[in-house]
DNA sequence: AAAAATAGTTAGGTAGCCTAACAGTGTGAT
DNA sequence: ATCACACTGTTAGGCTACCTAACTATTTTT
């Protein structure tokens, strides 16, 4: 590999972000709902209705594939489009979705709560610098 | 949310770990290899051949996956299937899959590089940590 | 009023993952 | 020795998340 410390570091990131989606995805079966349409949902209560591609800016994916995520939550009832001129919509999050998120994510997010649970507040910190180091990082 | 500071914690890794791989992924059309095929080559060419069971125990996957991506591997000259006994296989990483590997990983990485390039050491150490613990918490 | 930019959808395709079902091979108990 | 059971891998079929290209329909600009 011959890497530098930068590479290495990339390297790392990569292979952990890789391992740590594999393993909170296996509770989407139960969720009901999967991991992207959550993050939809959460964008959409966190930042508030938003129109389609804006979230799909918000969520770094093409409008296509925001128009069919979009699409499998409003048929579940979850987030409604509503006309803003007549050609960009709003895209609102319904009390349901509201109500799911919270289950949803819990689920999602359980096993890792669970695996983290016995860190310290130390490693806890760092891990919450690292998550927002990497944020920045993927912007 | 009136999340616990674990919560917090695991919450902002899943986004941040969303983000990174959706940002890392914009490169695989170039590099002509794909993240999970990246992936096994590196496990193959670190960790030695290895059976397909292994394998997709190491990567976290089922053995019809396993057999789906070493099948394309295969397909490609970048990987190769021999018979242990006659009903276990072992999968080794080609000449080829070798120096595709360096080359793919590099593409794949060189955006994660840059952004990382103007990280003080003290942060890249930082982000190497957490990439352990998420990998330690991620098995 | 025509041209250009913008917003979203539809169509078609790829990759990664899964479960269920199956075939063949090894192994251990009787 | 054999026969049931466990193990290894493959095939078949299906789902979700992405993508690009092409299209429709609306603003906006000139």
Do not use: W
């Not at 570091?9 to 740590?20: C, K, N, P, V, Y």
């Not at 939809?40 to 925001?66: D, I, N």
């Not at 489009?81 to 709003?90: A, E, G, K, T, W």
Request: aromatic share 2%.
């Amino acid at each position: 590999m011959a890497a530098s410390n930068v590479e290495k570091t990339a390297d790392l990131l990569h292979s952990a972000a890789i391992r740590l989606l594999r393993y909170v995805r296996k509770e989407d079966a139960a969720s009901g709902i999967t991991g992207a349409q959550l993050s939809v949902l959460s964008v959409l209560v966190f930042a508030g209705p938003q129109t389609l591609g804006a979230l799909a800016q918000a969520e770094q994916v093409r409008p296509p594939t925001m128009s069919q995520l979009v699409g499998e939550l409003e048929r579940r009832g979850l987030a409604q489009r509503r006309p803003l001129d007549r050609r960009s919509i709003q895209v609102s999050v319904t009390e349901r979705g509201r109500r799911l998120l919270e289950a949803g994510r819990r689920r999602r997010l359980a096993r890792l709560t669970a695996s983290l649970s016995h860190l310290p507040a130390g490693k806890l910190a760092l891990l919450q610098e690292a998550a927002e180091l990497m944020l920045k990082a993927a912007s």
